[in-house]
Nanobody
């Protein structure tokens, strides 16, 4: 069993930055790929970014490339999502997820989910 807890969300003006964190406990963290997803009101949960078990591979959805960076610290059982140049359309609840996949890009590849952290970007 894996427990995930997100933090770092909040309110920010357009162009601002937030660092989202995902802290994991339970199974061996370094064996798990981690993904970030987000869900805006009335919309489906969508993929944002993912990082492989070692941190050597990352992947981003097109809308955040060049603005968001995912990183992990296996010694601290933590993954960060650095969000820069935020836009109002980035407003959503952000979730981290963990799974035994290599580098999952879809929700179905992840078995464990956190409760989410709200990010609100005002124009």
């Amino acid at each position: 069993q894996v427990q995930l807890a997100e933090s770092g969300g909040g309110w920010v003006q357009a162009g601002g930055s937030l660092r989202l964190s995902c802290a994991a406990s339970g199974r061996t963290f370094s064996r798990l790929a981690i993904g970030w997803f987000r869900q805006a009101p009335g919309k489906e949960r969508e993929f944002v970014a993912a990082i492989s078990r070692s941190g050597g591979s990352t992947y981003y959805t097109d809308s955040v490339k060049g603005r968001f960076t995912i990183s992990r610290d296996n010694a601290m059982n933590t993954v960060h999502l650095h969000t820069n140049s935020l836009k109002p359309e980035d407003t959503a609840v952000y979730y981290c997820a963990a799974g035994l996949t290599k580098l999952g890009l879809t929700r179905h590849e992840y078995d464990y989910w956190g409760q989410g952290t709200q990010v609100t970007v005002s124009s």
